[in-house]
């Protein structure tokens, strides 16, 4: 749930691309290129999100496994990914969790 304009609104999941930390603000971003804030921490988040479609790639961002465009090796043994709708910030999967980024990959 989450607040547009004077109205309280809910986002369906199967609609949310990823979601992102900037500045200590939390930022959903649809499908549909809609983006809402919302007054939670990204732990929390993953709590509540399906760990078979989301994945926490690092401290800034969960990623939805459908919004994934591709996926590039990036510096030496991490990944890049690059999402649709496009990501306004890199998304970095960290060397130590690409072998754990692989493995929900194949689930």
Do not use: H
């Amino acid at each position: 749930m989450t607040y547009f304009k004077d109205e309280i609104i809910t986002i369906d999941t199967e609609y949310i691309a990823y979601i992102i930390l900037i500045e200590n603000t939390v930022s959903v971003f649809t499908f549909q290129n809609k983006t809402y804030n919302i007054n939670t921490t990204l732990d929390d988040l993953m709590k509540e999100l399906d760990n078979e479609i989301f994945y926490r790639a690092n401290r800034q961002f969960i990623v939805n496994i459908n919004a994934i465009e591709n996926i590039w090796i990036y510096g030496r043994n991490q990944l890049r990914i690059n999402t649709n709708p496009k990501c306004p910030e890199p998304i970095i999967i960290s060397k130590n969790k690409v072998s754990e980024f692989k493995k929900w990959l194949d689930k």
